[in-house]
């Protein structure tokens, strides 16, 4: 099932659509302001397979985000969880992004004072993350908002998240921070250097992940690979199942056109294609 709106009513306004999620404004409980994310299925896969998958994520990125206030990283209150319309409802968070307020500087100055603590909280943050075993996955500067009544940084879009305990991980989610802040706030400064000194502050495991995250820049064709298999690591239960599919179908179409018990006795092909379909359920 798909949510379906043009926002013509004002009650389910569509702000951003990405290659995964449509992500809508709207009310909840009555007049409090919310975020809808849904997850919408893909024409490309098995429908039973597509929404086994995702349904995982739906249900994965809610874990990740309760886990990330439970060890005290600020991210927007979950609401409801909907395994129907494959919807996460959460807390709307008044505020600019950190992409935003770093692309004002750009045009008309660094305030030294905003920007210390900005890069204080975006460390602090991220090492309590990491010595927690959770791996954003997708840290970039859209990707965090600041409140306006607290000035208070908030971390959204946990989509990619999972948790693990390599260091090598830890370190590919600072490599797309680190490449996002080159590519987009480079009149900036230094900005990555004071995350990390507050990460360093932070993070009672940091000389493993950032032994591992020099090691990427010595050698980046190394933790680029790493982070492609991070970010779409999710995805080979997916690339795997489909190909057992259609191999199998493949091989049917150019083997006999049925199959013998152990009797000897036919049996129609379609009831391996049953099986088949039976398998990928249960795998």
């Not at 990405?18 to 409090?32: C, D, I, L, N, Q």
């Not at 933790?223 to 493949?250: C, D, M, P, Q, T």
Request: charged share 25%.
């Amino acid at each position: 099932m798909e949510i379906k709106a043009d926002g013509s009513d004002g009650s389910l306004v569509l702000i951003k659509q990405g290659a995964e999620a449509r992500v809508f404004e709207s009310t909840f409980v009555g007049s409090r302001r919310c975020i809808i994310k849904e997850r919408f299925s893909k024409k490309y896969r098995h429908p039973t397979l597509d929404s086994k998958l995702t349904l995982k994520r739906l249900n994965a990125e809610a874990r990740c985000m309760t886990k990330a206030r439970r060890l005290g990283v600020v991210t927007p209150v979950l609401y409801a969880v909907d395994t129907v319309m494959h919807t996460l409802t959460f807390e709307y968070v008044e505020g600019p992004s950190v992409k935003d307020i770093l692309l004002g500087f750009g045009l008309v100055g660094v305030d030294e004072e905003q920007m210390a603590d900005i890069t204080a909280q975006i460390g602090n943050a991220i090492g309590k993350l990491h010595d927690g075993g959770l791996v954003h996955g997708d840290l970039t500067t859209s990707n965090m908002l600041l409140r306006s009544s607290a000035n208070q940084l908030v971390l959204i879009d946990f989509g990619l998240s999972f948790t693990s305990t390599l260091p090598e991980d830890k370190a590919v989610d600072l490599y797309v921070l680190e490449r996002a802040l080159l590519s987009m706030h480079s009149s900036c400064g230094n900005v990555m250097d004071r995350i990390l000194a507050a990460y360093r502050k932070s993070s009672k495991q940091w000389s493993s992940t950032l032994n591992k995250l020099a090691e990427g820049a010595a050698d980046s064709s190394y933790i680029e690979a790493k982070r492609k298999k991070a970010h779409n690591g999710w995805l080979s239960f997916s690339s795997s199942a489909l190909y057992v599919e259609v191999g199998l179908v493949s091989m049917l179409s150019t083997a006999s056109m049925k199959t013998s018990d152990a009797m000897g006795q036919e049996k129609p092909k379609n009831l391996l294609i049953a099986k088949t379909n039976l398998y990928l359920l249960q795998s």
